[in-house]
């Protein structure tokens, strides 16, 4: 799986394009809405996943070869270099759009549930296929849209799984060495505060080397981080994120009453485990840089 994500990274370096984390962002969230739906299946709860595919389908479609980059607070400073050229024209008010995807898909999702036969289930339908789309399929493209952004656009990425990876592996390792005091017990028993703090020591740490390792190469992310501790502050709030996602994946397998989302990697579970602390740190990055000081 590692070397897969690797690869794809590198042909989209040399191409100077995206169609690589496309594909893949485009495949992992599909599986994961399968596992959802599985998820959800244990709990007797309405979930349209056809609809949600096609939702997939069309929001990573939108994001790779309609939207523009964001450009938004500090994400205007970090934007260098030429922009990856679209395969066909689309008229500039078009190319605007991602962050009030959410509102159109809200409408489609209560005109999917006014279509159902099961009256009393009608608002469950809604909320539940309007949350799976915010948790998992905006996210992912909320990714695939940082990295588009031109000349920066890896090293977000680069930066956010550093921060998340980073975060994870230091909040089991510390929590299995010295921690002694649950987090939340009744979500994730595992998980402990000595690990959590050390987590988030640990992405902060990432962010810094991130930043230093940029600034080594490239001015690409100086605009925002021209010093290595405003990577380590970013970091920690991405690790924040990261452990969130974690806890909220947690929360719906534990609803369930399963151990993982899924089967496809032995030893890892499903695709949801592998990227449940990934998918809420885009988002994060996002706000984050919007409302940063410029």
């Known amino acids: 799986m590692l070397f897969a994500i690797a690869g794809v990274f590198a042909i989209d370096h040399f191409a100077n394009e995206t169609f690589g984390l496309f594909f893949l962002s485009t495949v992992a969230v599909t599986v994961g809405i399968f596992e959802i739906d599985r998820l959800l299946k244990f709990r007797g709860l309405p979930f349209d996943r056809n609809l949600m595919i096609l939702l997939n389908l069309v929001t990573m479609t939108y994001v790779q070869f309609v939207a523009s980059p964001p450009a938004l607070g500090a994400l205007l400073t970090i ?3 030429e922009a990856m ?21 809200m409408l489609l999702c209560c005109l999917q549930g006014l279509r159902s036969r099961d009256v009393p289930q009608i608002s469950l339908r809604v909320l539940v296929n309007i949350g799976v789309y915010l948790y998992l399929v905006y996210t992912i493209a909320a990714i695939l849209w940082l990295r588009r952004i031109p000349g920066s656009g890896e090293w977000l990425i680069y930066f956010l799984l550093a921060a998340s990876r980073f975060g994870d592996v230091g ?32 992405s902060a740490t990432a962010g810094a080397l991130i930043v230093i390792w940029a600034g080594s190469v490239t001015d690409a992310l100086k605009p925002v981080f021209d010093e290595w501790w405003y990577g380590a502050v970013v970091g920690a709030f991405t690790g924040i994120a990261a452990q969130s996602g974690d806890l909220v994946k947690s929360a719906m397998k534990r ?20 990227m449940d602390n990934f998918m809420l740190t885009g988002p994060m990055l996002l706000v984050m840089l919007a409302l940063w000081p410029r």
Do not use: C, W
Not at 91 to 101: E, H, I, K, S
């Open 79 to 81: 934007s260098s270099g």
């Open 171 to 202: 909040a089991y390792v510390m929590g299995r060495a010295v921690g002694r005091n649950k987090l939340i017990p009744h979500l994730s028993p595992g998980k402990t505060v000595e690990g959590g703090l050390f987590g988030l020591i640990a």
């Open 85 to 105: 050229r679209p395969l066909f024209h689309v008229p500039a008010q078009y190319r605007d759009l991602m962050l009030l995807l959410p509102l159109p898909v």
């Open 255 to 274: 609803a369930a009453g399963v151990k993982d989302s899924g089967n496809l990697v032995p030893g890892f579970g499903g695709i949801l485990d592998i």
